[in-house]
């Protein structure tokens, strides 16, 4: 399955949820912590590839993840291969057996919103609050307008790729983000 989003940066949480009212967004998912880890092989295969491996937990549920490259593009689009887990500590440790290691690990809040032709995530994060638009290209750039934002406010950076830029910017030492 391919996967099509871009994020766009919110001063707050209000102001996302504010502008989410105003196009008719719906509410799907509660707000709830999500604890997202990313594994890969100890040579670095997967991130040598711009593949990931991701276990992301919530309080009542966890999903394995595989994500493959990022394709050029003006939005961020690769595969993903998804499934919900049992038990995220039994996936933890498969993923121990054959060999991976967590390499980074982040915390954001999300709550998910629906408006026609997407899926709208509120992530107030570490390094700022977002909302990631995931659907269609033509469900993508019609929220985005209603948004009142253009494809040069598209950001399609990963979290890890955010948190880079904030450390580095801030002289920061912290290996993960994490709320404290």
Not at 31 to 60: H, I, M, N, W, Y
Not at 68 to 87: A, N
Request: charged share 30%.
């Amino acid at each position: 399955m391919l996967e099509r989003e871009v994020k766009i940066r919110f001063a707050d949480p209000d102001l996302a949820r504010a502008a989410l009212a105003s196009i008719g967004a719906v509410p799907l998912r509660h707000r709830r912590l999500q604890d997202d880890t990313l594994f890969d092989s100890p040579d670095g295969a997967l991130r040598a590839k711009r593949a990931v491996v991701r276990l992301r937990c919530e309080p009542d549920r966890a999903f394995v993840t595989y994500k493959g490259p990022v394709q050029p593009g003006p939005m961020k689009i690769r595969e993903e291969q998804e499934t919900e887990v049992g038990d995220a500590e039994v996936i933890r440790r498969v993923l121990h057996e054959l060999g991976f290691v967590p390499w980074f690990r982040y915390q954001k809040f999300r709550e998910e919103y629906e408006a026609p032709g997407v899926v709208i995530a509120l992530d107030e994060t570490p390094v700022g609050t977002f909302l990631e638009i995931e659907g269609s290209e033509e469900g993508i750039l019609t929220a985005a307008d209603a948004l009142g934002c253009a494809p040069a406010d598209f950001i399609l950076d990963s979290y890890r790729g955010l948190f880079a830029a904030f450390a580095q910017a801030n002289n920061l030492t912290a290996r993960d983000m994490l709320f404290d």
